[in-house]
């Protein structure tokens, strides 16, 4: 596929998700919910065609040899199937987030000001293995008025085509555009670039995947993004962490799914406790299945660990690996999470209230956690529904990309003819 190609496919695409952006700009709340709700019924009646594409698309991944990791996050069970369902009961049960008055004042000169939320308009999401993610940006595009046009990569893509033709179907059953739901059916990379320079037809762009995927999208998009590099997240256990608290909360963190982006990838003990409660957390971590990789004061405690090379802080392993080390306190700890972070999800484990608040007010991260799993960052857990990602950067959407971050926002100004001096 040429790049002019590419270009003409994606003028095709935006053009039809910008008539469909007028429609949606004026839909009623009540018809974009009932969209949702249809696309639930849809996919609830279709599970079994759903698992036999996914399982089309998993069978390719294997022949392709990807990872378990990766594997493990392109695949669709029942299980996962139902919380899709159930992610679009929960965001059509969310307020509005259009056309809400958030702020409102009057100048002396009598003019009445209002700041009114707005759809962003049209948003392009990019993602490789999680054809999840097809329902998730669809949910809350529609919840949001927004239009969104989705590219998954090639691992994914009967199953997402399938989830993105049931969204598809819930708007046409609530008399709402089709196109303002859009999956790009073909998988060249060429499609990427020409999203990227999308200037004027696509407004925001959101890439769903691994460190190459990303660092191309912040490289080449012409467009605002929304994004993260990679989910390197720690958790301090303190001086005064419980420690069968600690025990639970660090296995669940790395083990629950370690191909996520909010699983924990690197430890940090506290030095009052590396004879303590350190021995009890590697022993369970490695009756879990997680390989352990330790500085040399970890490594004294826990002799059979393995030793933790300069390269394993700092470093996202997406797998059943943790890197640890042992820090003199909780200013080294958040040193060190400066240092080695990625602005993504960092949690202490501790029942001292005033060293927890501290290490919350020093970390500067999109998400900071007080005794909890890490693998909590996400938008669902944070009672949002869904989430398009996890956004590290500094701008209006950051932590978990919901719908209140899919909106901007006008202003309104009502006067009784004033004019300027």
């Not at 909010?262 to 940090?268: D, I, M, Q, V, W």
């Not at 350190?278 to 022993?283: G, N, R, T, Y």
């Not at 060293?355 to 956690?369: K, L, N, R, T």
């Amino acid at each position: 596929m040429t790049e002019d190609d590419a270009k003409a496919a994606m003028t095709a695409l935006t053009d039809q998700a910008h008539l469909a952006r007028q429609h949606m700009y004026q839909s009623d709340i009540d018809q974009r919910n009932a969209a949702l709700l249809s696309a639930a019924g849809h996919m609830k009646t279709r599970i079994s065609a759903l698992l036999d594409a996914n399982k089309t698309d998993v069978a390719q991944a294997r022949v392709n040899g990807l990872t378990e990791a990766y594997i493990d996050r392109l695949t669709l069970t029942e299980d996962r199937i139902a919380g899709m369902i159930e992610a679009l009961h929960v965001i059509a049960g969310l307020d509005d987030p259009v056309g809400v008055e958030l702020a409102r004042w009057t100048r002396p000169n009598g003019l009445d000001i209002s700041r009114i939320s707005t759809p962003l308009g049209v948003l392009g999401v990019i993602f490789e293995s999680r054809p999840n993610v097809t329902v998730d940006a669809a949910a809350l595009a529609i919840k949001s008025a927004n239009c969104v046009i989705l590219r998954g990569g090639s691992d994914s893509i009967n199953s997402a085509i399938m989830l993105g033709d049931m969204m598809r179907h819930g708007l046409r059953d609530a008399g709402l555009p089709e196109d303002t739901v859009q999956v790009i059916t073909n998988t060249d990379r060429a499609m990427v670039g020409a999203m990227l320079r999308a200037q004027g037809g696509i407004d925001v762009i959101v890439p769903r995947g691994g460190r190459s995927l990303v660092e191309r999208v912040q490289a080449e998009a012409k467009i605002p993004v929304f994004a993260h590099l990679e989910g390197i997240c720690h958790i301090y256990v303190h001086a005064d962490a419980d420690p069968q608290l600690a025990i639970s909360v660090v296995v669940n963190a790395k083990m629950r799914r370690t191909g996520i982006c909010g699983a924990a990838e690197t430890l940090l003990i506290d030095k009052a406790v590396v004879h303590t409660i350190w021995p009890d957390i590697a022993a369970a971590l490695r009756d879990a299945g997680c390989q352990i990789r330790g500085d040399a004061a970890a490594k004294t405690a826990c002799p059979w660990i393995d030793a933790a090379s300069s390269d394993d802080f700092g470093h996202e392993f997406l797998d059943a690996v943790i890197a640890v080390k042992v820090v003199d306190n909780v200013d080294a700890a958040i040193a060190h999470i400066r240092q080695h972070g990625s602005d993504h999800t960092e949690s202490i484990l501790s029942a001292n209230n005033e060293v927890a608040e501290y290490f919350v007010a020093q970390i500067d991260s999109s998400i900071v956690m007080i005794n909890a799993s890490t693998q909590f960052a996400d938008g669902g857990e944070f009672g949002m529904g869904a989430e398009l990602g996890i956004a590290t950067g500094r701008i209006h959407a950051r932590g978990p990309v919901s719908i209140e971050q899919l909106t901007c926002f006008k202003y309104i100004v009502r006067g009784n003819g004033q004019t300027r001096p």
